[in-house]
């Protein structure tokens, strides 16, 4: 069993940075692959970010790439997302997830948290 837990978000302005932290309860972070989502009101929940177990290799939205950066600190039971050039469009509920039972890029991962909102004004 893996609990989430996000923090970090908070309001930005446009071209602002933010770093969402997820620490993770249980033995088992160490083996999962992890994930960040974001859901925006009226919007379905999209991928924004994943990373392998080991940290190894990382995979992004192509609306994201080259301004948000994912990483993990087995030690500490954490993965990070630190956001920069953020824009309007990034404003949504950034969910942390744990586990993906196939595809990084489909929300089915059997461990999500509660999220944390990041608003960025224009």
């Known amino acids: 069993q893996v609990q989430l837990v996000e923090s970090g978000g908070g309001l930005v302005q446009a071209g602002g940075s933010l770093r969402l932290s997820c620490a993770a309860s249980?033995?088992?972070?160490?083996?999962?692959?992890m994930g960040w989502f974001r859901q925006a009101p009226g919007k379905e929940r999209e991928f924004v970010a994943a990373?392998?177990?080991?940290?190894?290799?990382?995979y992004y939205t192509g609306s994201v790439k080259g301004r948000f950066a994912i990483s993990r600190d087995n030690a500490k039971n954490t993965v990070y997302l630190q956001m920069n050039s953020l824009k309007p469009e990034d404003t949504a509920l950034y969910y942390c997830?744990?586990?993906?039972?196939?595809?990084?890029?489909?929300?089915?991962?059997?461990?999500w948290g509660q999220g944390t909102q990041v608003t960025v004004s224009s």
């Open positions: 990373i392998s177990w080991n940290g190894g290799s990382t």
């Open positions: 249980g033995r088992t972070f160490s083996r999962h692959a």
């Open positions: 997830a744990a586990d993906p039972p196939g595809d990084y890029g489909v929300p089915t991962y059997n461990y």
